[in-house]
């Protein structure tokens, strides 16, 4: 079984509109920015306090949670298959 691959872009760029860097982000969420990197980059996963503490500090409406954590990737060869 393949590994899920999220894009987290849209949680990227709010990070960067509200905390200027996604450093001075991870020191108000208490967090390393070695951990945060590590979430955004699919080599961990956001844990359920993570996904509500990041929601709160962002300013992320609750209906909007899918677009931010669970937007997954569309693989290239995905891409190429055409529907008839």
Do not use: C, W
């Given at each position: 079984?393949?590994?899920?691959?999220?894009?987290y872009?849209k949680?990227?760029?709010?990070?960067?509109?509200?905390f200027?860097s996604?450093?001075?982000f991870?020191?108000?969420?208490?967090?390393s920015q070695?951990s945060?990197?590590a979430?955004?980059?699919?080599k961990?996963?956001?844990?359920?306090?993570?996904i509500?503490?990041?929601?709160?500090?962002?300013?992320?409406?609750?209906?909007?949670?899918?677009?931010?954590f669970?937007?997954?990737?569309?693989?290239?060869t995905e891409?190429?298959?055409?529907?008839l």
């Amino acid at each position: 079984m393949e590994k899920v691959i999220f894009d987290y872009s849209k949680l990227r760029g709010r990070i960067k509109e509200r905390f200027d860097s996604e450093s001075n982000f991870s020191r108000i969420a208490h967090t390393s920015q070695a951990s945060l990197s590590a979430k955004l980059n699919n080599k961990a996963y956001f844990k359920p306090n993570d996904i509500l503490l990041i929601l709160k500090l962002l300013e992320i409406p609750d209906e909007e949670l899918k677009e931010y954590f669970f937007n997954q990737k569309v693989r290239k060869t995905e891409l190429k298959r055409i529907d008839l």
